[in-house]
Every structure is written in C-alpha cells, then in structure tokens.
C-alpha cells in the first residue's frame, strides 16, 4: 500500500528517496469497511482524506432523502474546505461505497507536515486546483446539459461507477430519477441498435454484386 501512496504523489510531484522516506512516516493511511461513514453531515470536518483504493460516494439528506452529489474514486482529495476553513458544520456526508482505504491528513498538523516535507505543500496545491475543476465542470453539466448528455458524459468519463454504484445512486448523482435513468439507457440502448442495422443494410447495399457467367 506504501508503493501505491507513493505512486499516486509521483504523478504530481517527484520524488527523492528521502521525500519518500519521510512521506511514508508522516502520512498514516486506513481502511474503512463498506458503508462506514468518514463524515458526516453536521460535523466539523477536522480531517483531509487522499482516496488509495476504493470508492466514497457524497450526498446530503434532502428533506429525508439521500441527493448524491458526488463520488471519489482511486487518485481523489477529499476536502471540505468550507467545513474545515469557517469551522461550521459540513453541509453533507462522506459514505464508503466499497471497502476503501485513505490516507489520513489532520488539518490542524498541516503547517507541521508541509514543515517537514515541502512536497506535500505542492502537492496540496495541486489537488486543491483539480478538485476545484471537477466541481466547476460538474456545474457546469448540470446546468448546460440535457439528462441524456449528462448520462453519455458520465459513461465516457467515468464508466468505472456503471459497475461500482446502484442505479438509484447514478441517477441521484445525475439529478434524475431511477426510472428516467432506464428510459435513457433504453433509448440509447436504442438507438445504437437502430444505427447498427442501418449500417449492416448500407454495407449490403454497397456490396457489388456477382457479374453473371
């Protein structure tokens, strides 16, 4: 697990042995069982999280129902920068949807970590601007595109949670409803079928036919 720790920091920032060395004693990691809660809504958020393995899915409860608002995947910062800046309670909770393990940052201990190691301070940075850019795109999908362009976009960029969630949670996470998530994937289903024949049919067509003898 250390290796994969280290292998996910080189993609960002290199690596000295000794960066290495120290990073691994610093940054302590733990796995938590499917449907363990690592936040939840209410709570100061007083923890930043580096998903290693696994998958954590965010949702708020809505008049009694779950709304997923988003899910982290392999290679993903959890942060809830306005919980953990303003000291307020968080707005939503943090649920494992497989058994997950996390490296561990106490946010109050930054300041000494980035002390020690530079590197982690860089590559904080770093995170912090691509979890800034998802959730801007995520915005944007969900104000500019139809259902059906957000399903399509969600296949292309993520098929990994067609296999990893529950429907009812993809279409939360869409801001559907199950039943409109299958008219969609039906109608997709669909409508490759149909382009499918009609390519067979054109390839017929085009085909020369035998000269007589």
Known sequence: MEQKILDYIAKYVPLTEEEKRLIIKELPY???KKGSHILRQGQ???????NI????RQYELVDGEEKTTYFYSEGDAL???DSAARQEPCAFNWVCEEDTTLVIGRLAQLDEAYAKNPVLEKMSGLFIQQEFGKYQRLSSSL???TSEQRYLQLVEQR?????????YHLASY???KPETLSRIRRRITQKQ???ATRNHSTTLVSEPKPKPK
């Open 79 to 81: 942060v809830a920068f």
């Open 174 to 176: 869409l801001g559907i």
């Open 53 to 56: 393995q696994g998958l954590i």
């Open 143 to 145: 104000l500019t595109l």
């Open 159 to 167: 098929p990994d949670l067609l296999h990893r969630v529950p429907q």
């Open 44 to 50: 100061i958020s007083r923890e930043c999280y580096f």
């Open 30 to 32: 733990r796995t938590f």
């Open 193 to 195: 079928s149909d382009a």
